[in-house]
């Protein structure tokens, strides 16, 4: 399977967690499935963790996509 370097991968929260607080996409986990959100990432007093509501369960995260710009010739 061929894979872009210059896109953005998904990395399992298993893996690694973010290294900076922002926003990121994440994948959140059901029974049922899984959808694509935004959850902010936070880092304090040397502990980490995502700003969630609920059960929710993050399995998944990558960097925010750049916005898009229009091309002019």
């Known amino acids: 399977k061929y894979v872009d370097s210059n896109e953005p991968q998904w990395i399992p929260v298993t893996e690694r967690l973010p ?3 922002g926003f990121y996409l994440v994948t ?3 029974k049922h499935g899984a959808e694509t959100n935004i959850r902010y990432f936070k880092i304090e007093n040397g ?3 995502w ?3 609920g059960n929710e ?4 995260w990558m ?3 750049e916005p ?4 002019t010739e």
């Open 63 to 65: 960097p925010k996509p």
């Open 19 to 21: 290294e900076e607080e």
């Open 47 to 49: 502990e980490s963790y």
């Open 57 to 60: 369960n993050i399995t998944a």
């Open 28 to 30: 959140l986990g059901y």
């Open 51 to 53: 700003s969630v509501w």
């Open 68 to 71: 898009y710009k229009e091309v």
